[in-house]
């Protein structure tokens, strides 16, 4: 017998479409086809206040996925991309402008410092850093031998990325001021990580090591100060392994990570330096079988999920939803975000970002009504109204 989904079916709200510019040149501003199709989702104890997010198709643009984005100063935003470019995104006027990459290599990774985007292209042998105001490329060599770069990590003022290379074993800590970067070796045993997050008010950063197929092995910590790796922690897999916090110990920063392909949320302490927590995640092996890292707006985590090939015994793709978390209530909820018509598009890459939360999705349904990840479709960027100021004050 099917199991019944614990999540209450999608309200699709009524959708409107504004008619669009097509302009073909790649660096020229493209109009947006306009799709106000608000979309609200609740689990069903209802608990949660999850945004209406609404979605701008945008026109003249076919993608396998967009990548990781961010934002920059004055609040447009930069998005990593297939097929040799990357996009910016205005999200006050919704329009979006296409740039060639140098190289037509993919850009995986976009970090804005001042009027500079650092654009990370994977295995593409240099750095490619472009000038936003005056429109120009500089590209500069890696200080390592292996080239395999997928996400960097900027610090708290941004005069530093930490760039993670999966073809050296390595980290780059970067110089956005002088744009020179110095190498240092993962030291300790096993793959090595592939993006971090700061943590300890920016004294440290913490990263996730796991093997193909995801199997999470251990979190392991970077010592930001004196740039050595300095701890790690096995994965727990079972409660046993979990020490709850007590009663009298000291509050402080908790991180919360999916245990990806066991379908619970962990939590870790990074003051008591010790795994506090271990949550099952409602509808994993039901809705989706794979659950990506979040990123956290307004009080609520949002992770990416998604089905797992082999599990379900259909070709892998991401889901048109994310799933939420809220620390305070530790409840659960999905968000969906519906399409016009028949199209289904899968979300991966999601940014908070100038009091709003930004998501885009690529349109993965074929003629034949299948969906393959690996497809290439219509294009869609979702936001959601101001949850506070729209200033960005960094950086």
């Not at 995986?108 to 985007?117: A, F």
């Not at 003051?271 to 039901?286: A, H, Q, S, V």
Request: proline share 5%.
């Amino acid at each position: 017998m099917q199991k019944r989904s614990r999540y209450r079916q999608v309200r699709q709200l009524s959708v409107m479409v504004v008619g669009g510019l097509l302009v073909l040149a790649m660096t020229r501003a493209t109009a947006a086809q306009e799709t106000a199709s608000g979309l609200v989702s609740r689990a069903e104890s209802g608990n949660l206040n999850l945004p209406t997010l609404v979605g701008t198709r945008l026109d003249g643009l076919q993608a396998y996925r967009l990548l990781d984005m961010d934002m920059d100063q004055e609040g447009q935003i930069w998005v990593g991309s297939t097929r040799g470019r990357f996009l910016r995104y205005d999200p006050q006027t919704r329009l979006h402008r296409l740039i060639q990459i140098p190289g037509g290599e993919t850009s995986s990774c976009s970090v804005c410092v001042g009027t500079k985007v650092y654009v990370l292209g994977q295995k593409y042998p240099r750095l490619r850093v472009y000038d936003r105001v005056a429109g120009r490329w500089q590209e500069y060599a890696y200080p390592t031998r292996g080239v395999d770069f997928w996400y960097a990590t900027p610090t708290r003022d941004r005069r530093q990325l930490v760039m993670f290379n999966y073809g050296d074993r390595a980290v780059v800590f970067w110089d956005t001021e002088t744009d020179t970067g110095s190498a240092v070796s993962y030291s300790l045993e096993g793959p090595p990580p592939g993006f971090g997050f700061l943590a300890e008010e920016g004294r440290a950063m913490y990263s996730v090591v796991s093997e193909w197929p995801y199997r999470l092995l251990k979190l392991v910590r970077l010592d930001m100060s004196a740039k050595r790796w300095s701890q790690e922690w096995a994965i727990p897999h079972s409660d046993d392994q979990i020490a709850r916090i007590r009663p009298g110990e000291p509050d402080g920063e908790v991180l919360w990570m999916p245990h990806t392909m066991e379908g619970y949320l962990l939590a870790f302490h990074t003051g008591l330096r010790r795994w506090t927590d271990r949550m099952k995640i409602p509808g994993y092996g039901e809705n989706f079988h794979f659950v990506g890292f979040s990123t956290r707006h307004a009080g609520l985590h949002y992770f990416s999920v998604s089905t797992f090939d082999g599990v379900e015994g259909r070709p892998h793709h991401f889901l048109n939803a994310l799933l939420v978390f809220d620390l305070k209530t530790r409840q659960f909820d999905l968000l969906r975000l519906p399409s016009t018509g028949n199209d289904y598009h899968q979300v991966s890459y999601t940014l908070s970002a100038g009091g709003r939360l930004f998501c885009t999705g690529t349109n993965i349904r074929q003629a034949d009504g299948s969906l393959v990840n690996g497809g290439v479709g219509d294009v869609i960027f979702w936001q959601s109204g101001r949850s506070a100021t729209a200033k960005v004050d960094r950086p």
